[in-house]
């Protein structure tokens, strides 16, 4: 954990009340590559499961969870993976 | 932003069968993702639009407003939005990807 992955998590905690959510921080995977140097956000893995998702497409799930974070990405977020499900 | 490169976007992406936004080229991925997805689209054996971002700023911008999708690379097919990496490589590993490809495959004898 970092202190960017703890306020993905409290974010996505938040939202949608999962009940399993694991954020893991893979900037290290992927440090000084010319995209992640330029916006200083970091890469991320989500794994989520939610009953929010239920139902949803997958592109509906992935925007309902980037829409949350939209005020992450740059500074916090260079890249971020998801793998949602809703049980 | 400006409507031009919206319009110029959805020119590119209604033009094409299968159109990738990615960062470099096919031969030369300059991130991790699109190469990931590059090399899932090639294992198909379809020919594809491949749109480099680096090389325009508005573009790079523009086809993150226009799919309402944070993130590069961003697969398209047939004029609709499939996904990013996490759900083309899910969509590979499950086969929904094979059958939509299907129709736009090179015939290899003909």
Not at chain 1, 5 to 22: V, W
Not at chain 1, 67 to 80: P, Q
Not at chain 2, 8 to 19: E, T
Request: hydrophobic letters at 40%.
């Amino acid at each position: 954990m970092s202190v960017r992955s703890d306020k993905i998590h409290a974010i996505l905690t938040q939202a949608f009340q999962p009940s399993s959510l694991q954020v893991e921080d893979e900037s290290w995977k992927h440090a000084g590559h010319a995209g992640a140097k330029e916006s200083g956000g970091g890469h991320f893995v989500v794994h989520i499961t939610a009953a929010a998702f239920s139902g949803k497409s997958r592109i509906a799930c992935h925007r309902m969870i980037n829409h949350t974070l939209k005020g992450e990405f740059g500074e916090v977020i260079h890249a971020l993976s998801i793998h949602a499900k809703s049980a | 932003m400006s409507h031009t490169v919206l319009d110029q976007i959805d020119g590119v992406v209604k033009g094409n069968d299968v159109v990738l936004f990615m960062k470099g080229t096919p031969q030369m991925p300059q991130c991790g993702f699109s190469q990931q997805v590059t090399s899932i689209v090639a294992s198909y054996n379809v020919p594809y639009a491949a749109v480099n971002v680096l090389l325009d700023a508005a573009v790079r911008q523009g086809i993150k407003d226009y799919a309402d999708w944070p993130t590069i690379p961003q697969l398209y097919i047939k004029g609709e939005f499939v996904g990013g990496c996490d759900i083309v490589n899910e969509m590979h590993a499950n086969g929904e990807l094979a059958e939509m490809l299907k129709p736009f495959q090179n015939n290899e004898n003909s």
